[in-house]
Each structure stands twice: as structure tokens, then as C-alpha cells.
């Protein structure tokens, strides 16, 4: 897996017009949590229009997530972790990775602190023509910004006209009648419906990682894990799983894990991602995984005992190995 100084990431706001856009640039804007069907057809529309134009393409995201800045600062901080509307898609880096990989020329990151929360809309918009020479910016049906989330389409289409650039609303995409949208893959995970929320990703939900050193208890009970710590990220979902873990070399194995808090015996503060790779020993601390989630089996539960967690987990592992054999006699 890449890292992140080897792409074509730049923060902004920057001192100067970088390089990259002397002659202008073609911009999208958004959250991209999850960077699902509807994002990605908003990257594609908005690379045909950079070469319409002959000028490079750039996707802007924030830093933290508006969403989460502001729920830091709420009053009813406890009340609102609860709410499902509060869990993320994507780490920053996750989101970082996947909006490079789309083929834009640029990713630009915006910290996002209590100056630009509130900035003047007009003045947000200003700053984007005059440090990126934005001449044509593609945002989303729902989009709104500045403070109080005052800027909306039809300001934008307004300073256009005023300052030169071209703005174009992206349509609502849709799959079977349901709008796509981040929202509704955290529903869907939260529910277990891993097959609906990849169909609105347009692949499997994964979480990526770095592995960390653990607590040893995966060793102690026979099932050694690779500990991926998710900080202060709140999941969509949570419980036991079949996974596929793609490590660095882009080699496939096999696995089980746990996401979530770990209530079975020492509960822990933050959630963290417990992999267990079937058939597989070596050290992959340092290393970073890509987890892809294929199969709900359990929600994580606590146990009177470690005899009865092994003893789970010995189900965990058998009905996995269960479901990748029929999954693989299926598709023989």
C-alpha cells in the first residue's frame, strides 16, 4: 500500500498557488466518507470535464470531517456518539488513499478548525479561485458550506458569474430507487447488510490499518491476532466477522475478526480491529492491512469465562472456514 507522501496530496490552504494549477484548475468538494457509487461517479464527471477543459482535476476533503469537528464540539458530546450519523466510513488517511487512486491530478486536504467552521461563505469561495484558479467546480445535490452553512448552489452559481468560473450540480444517483449515499451505507452496515453496502460502495466495506502491539490475549487462547487500533474512530458497525486481509504485497488470506470494543473480557476504551488470519504465522507488526468484510457471523458478546471465550472463537473460526468453502463451491 502506497504511502502518503508519494501521492499527489497537497494541504490547503498554502502560501501560494501551487504549481500544479498556474493555469487553473477543475475542483469537486466534499466529505467523500466512504467514497461510495455516488462519489465515484461525481470523480468521473468531473476528470471528463478537466479534459474538456485542459486543465488538472483536484478533489478537496476536510480534516477532521466537518461532522465529527462539530460533534467534538457539542455540549451533548455523550448523547451524540450514540447516534449512527456520528460513525465514519473512512479514517482520513483511508479517505486520502482511495480519492488518490481515482486518477484526480491533485487531492487537496483542508484543515478544518473554528476559522474556516466560520468563514464567511463568499470568502470561501474567493480563496478557492484565487489560491487554486478554479475555473469550474462540480459539487454535490446537497452540498452547502461557509459558516452556518450559509453558501448553497445557487450563491455559488451567483459568484460565477461574478468571478469566472463555471459550477455544476451533480444529480442525485440512485440504485433500485434508494438515494446512495453515506448515510445509507452506515445503515446498511449497522444492520448487518454487508452485501446491500457493497453494492452501494461498488466494493466490499473494508477498514485499513496499521498493525499494533497487543495485549497477547489472542496468543494466550490459541488464536494469535493482528491488532489494527482505530483511535478515536467510531466504527458503523461492530461484531464478529469473515474477512479477507490483503497485506502490502497484495497477497489474499483468509481470516476472522472482531470490531468493536471487545466486551468479552477486558472491555476496551476505543474500538480496535482484532484480525485472525486461518492458516497463516509470521509478524506483521508495522505493516499495514486492508480488511475487507465478507461475512457478519456474531455481535460481539461477553463471556463468563476465557474457556468459554475460546470456545467461541473456535465457532467463530469453524463457521468462517464453513462459509469461504461454500463460497468457493459456489463459484467453482
Known amino acids: 500500500m502506497p504511502e502518503i507522501e508519494n501521492l499527489p496530496i497537497k494541504v490547503y490552504p498554502g502560501r501560494a498557488r501551487p504549481q500544479i494549477f498556474s493555469s487553473g484548475s477543475v475542483l469537486t468538494i466534499g466529505a467523500f466518507d466512504g467514497l461510495h457509487l455516488g462519489h465515484q461517479r461525481i470523480i468521473e464527471r468531473l476528470k471528463l470535464?478537466?479534459?474538456?477543459?485542459?486543465?488538472?482535476?483536484?478533489?478537496?476533503?476536510?480534516?477532521?470531517d466537518p461532522a465529527e469537528y462539530f460533534l467534538a464540539q457539542s455540549v451533548e458530546l455523550e448523547?451524540?456518539?450514540?447516534?449512527?450519523?456520528?460513525?465514519?466510513?473512512?479514517?482520513?488517511?483511508?479517505?486520502?488513499?482511495?480519492?488518490?487512486?481515482?486518477g484526480v491530478d491533485a487531492v487537496l486536504c483542508m484543515p478544518f478548525n473554528k476559522a474556516v467552521s466560520q468563514m464567511a461563505a463568499e470568502d470561501f469561495v474567493r480563496e478557492l479561485v484565487h489560491q487554486?484558479?478554479?475555473?469550474?467546480?462540480?459539487?454535490?445535490?446537497?452540498f452547502q458550506f461557509g459558516n452556518g452553512r450559509q453558501g448553497d448552489f445557487r450563491l455559488l452559481t451567483k459568484l460565477g458569474e461574478e468571478l469566472g468560473f463555471q459550477v455544476e450540480q451533480s444529480e442525485t444517483h440512485f440504485h433500485e430507487g434508494e438515494r446512495i449515499s453515506s448515510t445509507r451505507v452506515?445503515?446498511?452496515?449497522?444492520?448487518?447488510?454487508?452485501?446491500?453496502?457493497?453494492?452501494?460502495?461498488?466494493?466490499?466495506?473494508?477498514?485499513?490499518?496499521?498493525?499494533?502491539?497487543?495485549?497477547?490475549?489472542?496468543v494466550q487462547l490459541g488464536f494469535p491476532t493482528a491488532n489494527i487500533a482505530l483511535r478515536r474512530r467510531r466504527p458503523a458497525m461492530g461484531g464478529v466477522y469473515a474477512v479477507i486481509a490483503e497485506f502490502p504485497d497484495g497477497?489474499?488470506?483468509?481470516?476472522?475478526?472482531?470490531?468493536?470494543?471487545?466486551?468479552?473480557?477486558?472491555?476496551?476504551e476505543h474500538p480496535l480491529l482484532e484480525v485472525h488470519l486461518l492458516d497463516w504465522s509470521g509478524d506483521l507488526y508495522g505493516q499495514h492491512l486492508r480488511v475487507k468484510f465478507v461475512k457478519r457471523l456474531r455481535d460481539e458478546k461477553k463471556f463468563d469465562s476465557l474457556a468459554a471465550l475460546k470456545d467461541a472463537i473456535k465457532d467463530d473460526v469453524r463457521n468462517a472456514r464453513s462459509w469461504f468453502d461454500n463460497q468457493a463451491i459456489s463459484t467453482s
Open 251 to 268: 497477497s489474499n488470506h483468509k481470516g476472522v475478526a472482531n470490531l468493536g470494543i471487545r466486551p468479552a473480557v477486558n472491555s476496551l
Open 49 to 64: 470535464k478537466a479534459k474538456e477543459l485542459g486543465l488538472p482535476s483536484a478533489a478537496m476533503s476536510f480534516r477532521p
Open 79 to 102: 448523547q451524540a456518539e450514540m447516534s449512527q450519523d456520528c460513525s465514519i466510513l473512512m479514517s482520513w488517511r483511508e479517505r486520502m488513499l482511495a480519492l488518490a487512486a481515482t
Open 132 to 142: 487554486l484558479g478554479m475555473r469550474y467546480l462540480l459539487v454535490g445535490d446537497d
Open 186 to 218: 452506515r445503515k446498511a452496515l449497522a444492520a448487518g447488510e454487508l452485501n446491500h453496502a457493497e453494492i452501494l460502495l461498488g466494493r466490499p466495506y473494508e477498514i485499513c490499518g496499521r498493525v499494533i502491539q497487543g495485549e497477547q490475549l489472542g
